[in-house]
């Protein structure tokens, strides 16, 4: 039975673009994608409201004070890692998988029960904060991340789960035997247990993910066995590449080449790949990313926890680079994608302020000297907003190539955000003292929205849905 909600809606389908679209009527199918998507007063709209009318089938109405919007894409997210969120952030990276990361992941492996209760609780939280797919990072043991797949898809949120691949460890205890092991539990399961998992419960919300951890616990054997099954059975690849000074210098004293190098001659970097990071990345590096296609997932926050340099965003999306954010909890400490995108503007904000100091301090011409706003270093809310809905469906690609945007074909994956209560009050934390008590709140303004990215929070997210199925509010 297909769905009707008529209301106010907003994306962002291309960078620097954003839609505000009021009194629309959004048909879904019955197949849980966008059948239609027009104004509420065009023929084919009304249309559509009188056969919902014969048929007996409700038109929703998104409240007054109210609008949708596509849920957030989380390109780079540790799972195994979310039962230690907003602790040990206090080493360098290699450190500090050595301190915490390794321990937690090994406890996951040997304690099914406790893992179930990390990924349940894990599931509801991105629901809460309004996250609709997600790639993840999980542990070694396959069992475990079935364990993962099984969550995800019981609270109905598109994931692809990612078996750890490492042969190499300074864990003894938390490693694999071989690279040929390695490669034969990956395959296992990516073939086997995710279609297993979609044949018994008949959704496709659950896809694997080839997950060489990164350069300094795989082989070169294992990486381009893993390149060998990707190309073979086209499954999506994932890692973390040039992302800390420890971790780059590691690589190359021990491989004697940069891991860009290593990734390219695995046959790893293509339009299957989402690497994580790239903050060491020159724009030479940045090009050989383009033209293979490879994504990057974009996270701010532990950047800041874990790299001596900041990721260039603005010149790698002018260059046409494919990306999208990542919360990478729990070298990020925030499961909110909202945090992600303010991050992703401040650290913006603060490379435009360095550029602006180093122009005037070198040029010669006086104070009042005009400054080049195309050279801006910084991005917008707008910007972001794009990266964290449509330009994630976009980096990560495949079957979710569409997501991210409200257009007739793409999935219904999309969040109602409450700005206005029905005692006409901003709610959570939202305060408008414009607005007039004779103006109908449905007339939501630009700036409205700009205030609920800037300090909005879960009390402004009512529901959630994931290919036009509600999995959060009432």
Same mark, same amino acid.
């Given at each position: 039975?297909?769905?009707?909600?008529s209301?106010t809606?907003?994306?962002?389908?291309?960078?620097?673009?954003?839609?505000?679209?009021?009194?629309?009527?959004?048909?879904?199918?019955?197949?849980?994608?966008?059948?239609?998507?027009?104004?509420?007063?065009s023929?084919?709209?009304?249309?559509?409201i009188?056969?919902?009318?014969?048929?007996?089938?409700?038109?929703?109405?998104?409240?007054e004070?109210?609008?949708?919007?596509p849920t957030?894409?989380?390109?780079?997210?540790?799972?195994?890692?979310?039962?230690?969120?907003?602790?040990?952030?206090?080493?360098?990276l290699?450190?500090w998988?050595?301190?915490?990361?390794?321990?937690a992941?090994?406890?996951? %492996? $040997?304690d099914?029960? *406790? /893992?179930?209760?990390?990924?349940?609780r =894990?599931?509801?939280?991105? !629901?809460?904060?309004?996250?609709g797919?997600?790639?993840?990072?999980?542990?070694?043991?396959?069992?475990?991340?079935?364990?993962?797949?099984?969550?995800?898809?019981?609270?109905?949120?598109?994931?692809?789960?990612?078996k750890?691949?490492?042969?190499?460890?300074?864990?003894?205890t938390?490693?694999e035997?071989?690279?040929e092991?390695?490669?034969?539990?990956?395959?296992?399961?990516?073939l %086997? $247990?995710?279609a297993? *998992? /979609?044949?018994?419960?008949?959704?496709? =919300?659950?896809?694997?993910? !080839?997950?060489?951890?990164?350069?300094?616990?795989?082989?070169?054997?294992?990486?381009?066995?893993?390149?060998?099954?990707?190309?073979?059975?086209?499954?999506h690849v994932?890692?973390?590449?040039a992302?800390a000074?420890?971790?780059?210098?590691?690589?190359?004293d021990?491989?004697?080449?940069?891991d860009?190098?290593?990734?390219?001659q695995?046959?790893?970097?293509?339009?299957?790949?989402?690497?994580?990071?790239?903050?060491?990345?020159?724009?030479p590096?940045?090009?050989?990313i383009?033209d293979?296609?490879?994504?990057?997932?974009?996270?701010?926050?532990?950047?800041i926890?874990?790299?001596?340099?900041?990721?260039?965003?603005?010149?790698?999306?002018?260059m046409?680079?494919?990306i999208?954010?990542?919360t990478?909890?729990?070298?990020?400490?925030?499961?909110d994608?909202?945090n992600?995108?303010?991050?992703?503007?401040?650290?913006?904000?603060?490379?435009?302020?360095?550029?602006?100091?180093?122009?005037?301090?070198?040029?010669?011409?006086?104070?009042?000297?005009?400054v080049?706003?195309?050279?801006?270093?910084?991005?917008?809310?707008?910007?972001?907003?794009?990266?964290?809905?449509?330009?994630?469906?976009?980096?990560?690609?495949?079957?979710?190539?569409?997501?991210?945007?409200?257009?007739?074909?793409?999935?219904?994956?999309?969040?109602?955000?409450?700005?206005?209560?029905?005692?006409?009050?901003?709610?959570?934390?939202?305060?408008?003292?414009d607005?007039?008590?004779?103006?109908?709140?449905?007339?939501?303004?630009?700036?409205?929205?700009?205030?609920?990215?800037?300090?909005?929070?879960?009390?402004n997210r009512?529901?959630?849905?994931?290919?036009?199925?509600q999995?959060?509010?009432?």
């Amino acid at each position: 039975m297909p769905s009707y909600i008529s209301g106010t809606f907003v994306d962002t389908p291309a960078l620097g673009e954003l839609n505000f679209y009021q009194d629309c009527l959004l048909v879904v199918d019955e197949a849980g994608n966008i059948a239609h998507f027009e104004p509420s007063s065009s023929p084919a709209s009304v249309a559509q409201i009188a056969l919902a009318s014969q048929t007996g089938d409700p038109v929703s109405q998104i409240p007054e004070g109210s609008f949708l919007l596509p849920t957030f894409c989380d390109l780079h997210l540790h799972a195994p890692q979310f039962l230690y969120q907003g602790n040990g952030l206090d080493l360098p990276l290699l450190e500090w998988l050595d301190k915490y990361t390794y321990k937690a992941e090994e406890r996951l %492996d $040997s304690d099914p029960v *406790l /893992a179930k209760r990390v990924y349940d609780r =894990l599931a509801r939280r991105l !629901l809460e904060n309004g996250t609709g797919a997600v790639s993840f990072f999980g542990t070694i043991k396959a069992q475990t991340n079935e364990i993962l797949a099984r969550s995800m898809l019981d609270a109905g949120i598109r994931a692809r789960v990612g078996k750890l691949s490492m042969d190499i460890s300074s864990r003894p205890t938390y490693v694999e035997a071989s690279a040929e092991a390695s490669l034969e539990a990956a395959r296992g399961f990516a073939l %086997d $247990s995710c279609a297993l *998992l /979609a044949q018994q419960t008949g959704k496709s =919300l659950i896809e694997p993910v !080839l997950t060489p951890r990164f350069v300094p616990t795989c082989s070169d054997e294992l990486l381009s066995g893993l390149a060998d099954m990707s190309s073979k059975h086209s499954l999506h690849v994932q890692s973390h590449l040039a992302e800390a000074y420890d971790q780059v210098k590691w690589v190359e004293d021990t491989r004697g080449k940069d891991d860009i190098d290593v990734f390219d001659q695995a046959r790893l970097l293509n339009p299957r790949t989402v690497q994580a990071h790239c903050t060491y990345l020159t724009p030479p590096d940045l090009q050989r990313i383009v033209d293979s296609g490879t994504s990057i997932a974009h996270c701010p926050l532990s950047n800041i926890y874990f790299s001596s340099e900041p990721f260039p965003l603005r010149e790698a999306l002018k260059m046409g680079v494919k990306i999208g954010l990542g919360t990478d909890v729990a070298g990020g400490y925030s499961l909110d994608m909202m945090n992600a995108m303010r991050n992703a503007v401040t650290v913006s904000r603060m490379r435009e302020n360095r550029r602006l100091t180093e122009v005037r301090a070198s040029s010669s011409s006086s104070t009042n000297e005009v400054v080049d706003e195309q050279a801006s270093l910084a991005i917008t809310w707008t910007d972001s907003l794009y990266l964290a809905t449509r330009g994630g469906g976009i980096a990560l690609g495949g079957s979710w190539k569409d997501l991210g945007h409200f257009k007739v074909g793409a999935p219904f994956d999309a969040q109602q955000i409450k700005l206005v209560g029905e005692d006409r009050e901003g709610v959570g934390a939202l305060d408008f003292f414009d607005l007039a008590s004779d103006i109908s709140p449905a007339g939501l303004s630009l700036e409205m929205v700009e205030k609920w990215w800037c300090i909005g929070d879960n009390r402004n997210r009512m529901r959630v849905w994931i290919q036009g199925v509600q999995c959060f509010g009432v």
